[in-house]
């Protein structure tokens, strides 16, 4: 079917009394940002719906990028018409037609904002009802759970039909909790734990540590793709690395090796609270899930969280691994996370770390190094990239290859 | 000069060897090495292998890369020879195959294994009847070329499928050497053919290379162990300057396919009509679509296949006696002597071979310089 236009309904974002402008006007930005490939498309944002006139695009590629934007819950490809009835019938019978499949119940559904109509909402309803009764054969109605519901609006511009629903990615439109900093290892949990963080609204900026040599330029390139996988919730990621490598050597050198892993982490913690302060973030996300490696015990946890009061939250906390895993396989970064280079949480690990480290004993510790310095030095060394969807960093040379070939 | 040898092996196209030279200096990192040398490397190879892949309709981890056809078939044949042992010994094959798999199967045999050499008719096709009439419990694999090298004939593979299907354990391989690029993909690709043998110089591509494909799910034993490369397969440091050069001449080849055979076929067709009208010209070729469109076996009764080619060399036009690999030995062609074609007939075969960049004006010229020959040979020969 040549559709004209989807009509998106609004998620939660109608339940929020006078904040509903600022968030309509924010799930607008963000479906301009996510639809930016299609030029010809005109969007308008309305009070209870969102219209993307397609204007001849493609809608199965608008509908895929649609998808994935938080705060719609759910769409429908339509078609205009005028205000023809011939029209009317022939392009209900045409949808009908398209969609049916044998045994298939259905039935109209007319709203109108147009009360002059020659026709109300009752007759429309049994007019069409009858006629793709006539025309397709074996098609039955059903008013209560049809399969098929042909949805058909009466407007002063033209009378829209649509006969398809599809589930939007629910959530609140990314950015409108507020900006938090998602500790990105590279593991399996933390992409989850950042696609969880921006269905609720938040605009994530990726804090992902390196420490090279140990850890190499494809675990950062592992990273950054990662990211380009969760850009598309939210048009784009600021990707931040921090360089780890004199902090990581310090510690291994000064402290004892079963609070390596904490003292480490204390520090991962405190750097990722001053890059949060310099970007006005509002909390810290991460992919820790209780009990799943030594760093992620309830005493780990007190004693790592000690070095802010700052939010962290963990989105993953009480899920299974394989609960988590589902998930990454729904947002594609699973094969990615899988991918076996070592990252820097694993250099350096003790082979017994101190699954109930004591608060007290890492305070002591973590005085033998000299915290500010290091991190002053650390914070220095940062880079940071805007990372959009479809970028790819792990397979460099593209364009030498692609010539090659 | 009119190069109508092209089975035998061809030119590298240009753009082949510009890959060739660019990755030989600018990714001459082992792709097993770990550091950024070797990442580059190792990205060309898998390209190249997805390129490939998706070429012929398969996935990345269908393909094998390898020195070239003899070592394609030479792994397949010994390959499930050593790794179904424990199902059976017995293994069937065509009496038109090309030496690579004639001679493994001969090998074989010395170490116990029991083969079976199916026939072909006057034509040079099997008759599948005779392939089930073969087949036992004990059969571990059927090897049957596509196109045969020496007359082109095509040989029933989707008869031969059908017949496998109920013999889900046989692996069925297909030296498809002679028929990439002839628009023959589709009867390749039929989904019960398990293994595929190519070879990149007879399609432009460098020498020294090609590949395999393997069904997923297959098992293949390897030949070369070592170092654990193609998935601990075939091992070998890779010939990545010529595995990217044979992913690129792969796809210029098939790029504009359907034109390209439909050229080949008609320069065929014009010189099989030509030389068919002579009284003493036997055509092994038929010019219909049993036959591969790129290849005109034929002889002039009296004249050894060698003298033809030497007379069509004083013309600048080279062709060969039917098979280059068994042309220097003076033997008689395998296949031929298959098909029971007379000794003093068989002996006067020679074989012209077309690809994409042959021309209708080659064709013209060829026939000038035929009928001179043909002329002259008359003289001595009446």
Redesign the interface.
């Known amino acids: 079917m040549e559709y004209t236009e989807i009509m998106v309904r609004y998620g939660e974002l109608s339940t929020k009394g006078k904040n509903r402008r600022s968030f309509i006007d924010r799930l607008f930005g963000n479906v301009t940002k996510a639809l930016h490939r299609f030029p010809a498309l005109e969007i308008h944002a309305r009070r209870d719906r969102l219209h993307v006139v397609l204007h001849g695009e493609d809608s199965a590629a608008v509908m895929t990028r649609l998808g994935q934007v938080f705060g719609i819950q759910n769409f429908s490809p339509s078609i205009r018409v005028e205000r023809d009835m011939d029209q009317v019938r022939q392009t209900a019978i045409a949808m009908i037609k398209e969609q049916y499949q044998p045994g298939d119940t259905f039935k109209v559904n007319t709203r109108r904002s147009d009360h002059a109509f020659e026709l109300d909402t009752n007759e429309m309803n049994t007019e069409l009802g009858g006629v793709i009764l006539d025309n397709i054969p074996g098609l039955t109605v059903r008013v209560h759970k049809p399969e098929i519901t042909l949805r058909v609006e009466v407007r002063l511009d033209g009378i829209y039909l649509s006969s398809r629903t599809i589930k939007g990615a629910g959530g609140l439109p990314v950015g409108t909790a507020g900006r938090g900093m998602l500790m990105l290892s590279g593991g399996i949990d933390s992409p989850v734990a950042g696609y969880l963080a921006m269905k609720r609204g938040v605009a994530i900026q990726m804090v992902h540590f390196f420490s090279p040599p140990y850890t ?3 675990a950062l390139a592992k990273a950054k793709e990662l990211t380009s996988k969760l850009a598309p919730y939210a048009g784009s990621i600021q990707f931040i690395e921090v360089p780890f490598t004199h902090i990581q050597e310090t510690i291994k050198n000064k402290v004892p090796e079963a609070y390596l892993m904490t003292v480490q982490r204390r520090l991962m913690l405190r750097l990722t609270d001053k890059i949060r302060e310099m970007h006005h973030g509002l909390a810290i996300f991460n992919g820790e899930a209780l009990g799943q490696v030594a760093s992620q015990t309830m005493e780990s946890m007190v004693a790592i969280n000690d070095v802010t009061t700052t939010p962290i939250l963990r989105p993953v906390v009480s899920m299974d691994k394989n609960e988590i895993i589902k998930i990454a396989e729904d947002i594609d970064t699973f094969n990615l996370s899988i991918m076996p280079f070592e990252d820097c949480c694993t250099i350096f690990a003790p082979p017994a770390p101190k699954t109930r480290p004591n608060l007290e004993k890492t305070r002591v510790y973590e005085q033998l190094i000299d915290v500010e310095g290091l991190m002053a030095e650390a914070i220095a060394g940062i880079k940071m990239t805007e990372i959009k969807a479809d970028e790819e960093f792990l ?3 593209q364009s ?2 692609a010539s ?2 | 000069m009119i190069y109508f040898d092209n089975s035998a092996t061809t030119a590298a196209a240009p753009e082949v060897l510009t890959t060739y030279q660019t990755v030989s200096q600018a990714f001459f990192g082992n792709p097993s090495s770990l550091h950024a040398l070797g990442n580059k490397a190792d990205n060309l190879l898998q390209q190249s292998r997805q390129q490939i892949a998706q070429l012929i309709q398969a996935q990345p981890e269908e393909i094998y890369f390898t020195s070239g056809g003899t070592e394609g078939d030479n792994w397949v044949v010994k390959g499930t020879a050593i790794e179904k042992r424990q199902f059976g010994k017995h293994l069937i094959t065509t009496e038109i195959e090309h030496p690579a798999v004639k001679n493994s199967m001969a090998q074989l045999e010395q170490l116990g294994y029991e083969v079976t050499y199916l026939p072909v008719d006057k034509h040079g096709f099997i008759d599948p009847a005779d392939l089930k009439a073969a087949l036992r419990s004990d059969t571990i694999l059927v090897s049957i070329m596509a196109v045969n090298n020496e007359v082109g004939s095509i040989q029933p593979l989707k008869e031969v499928a059908d017949i496998l299907a109920d013999y889900p354990r046989v692996h069925f391989h297909v030296d498809a050497v002679q028929s990439i690029g002839k628009g023959l993909l589709p009867m390749l690709r039929l989904p019960r053919i398990d293994f595929l043998t190519f070879s990149a110089h007879k399609f432009h591509g460098p020498r020294g290379t090609g590949f395999i494909y393997v069904r997923h799910g297959r098992q293949l034993a390897p030949l070369m162990t070592g170092g654990g490369q193609e998935n601990n397969w075939r091992s070998g440091t890779e010939n990545l300057p010529a595995i990217a050069g044979m992913a690129k001449a792969l796809r210029l080849l098939l790029t504009d396919e359907p034109a390209k055979v439909q050229q080949q076929q008609a320069i065929k067709t014009k010189i099989y009509q030509h030389v068919a009208q002579k009284a003493k010209v036997t055509i092994f070729s038929e010019n219909t679509a049993k036959f591969a469109p790129h290849i005109l076996c034929f002889g002039i009764r009296g004249v050894r296949g060698e003298t033809i080619v030497h007379a069509f060399e004083e013309h600048d036009i080279y062709l060969s006696t039917t098979s280059a690999c068994s042309s220097k030995k003076g033997t008689i062609s395998g296949t031929l002597a298959a098909m029971h074609v007379p000794d003093d007939i068989a002996t006067s075969a020679v074989r012209v071979s077309l690809d994409e960049n042959n021309t209708m004006a080659e064709a013209e010229a060829f026939m000038t310089a035929f009928d001179k020959i043909y002329a002259r040979f008359e003289l001595i020969n009446s």
């Open positions: 190499s330029t494809k397979a460099q040379d030498e290859i090659l070939l």
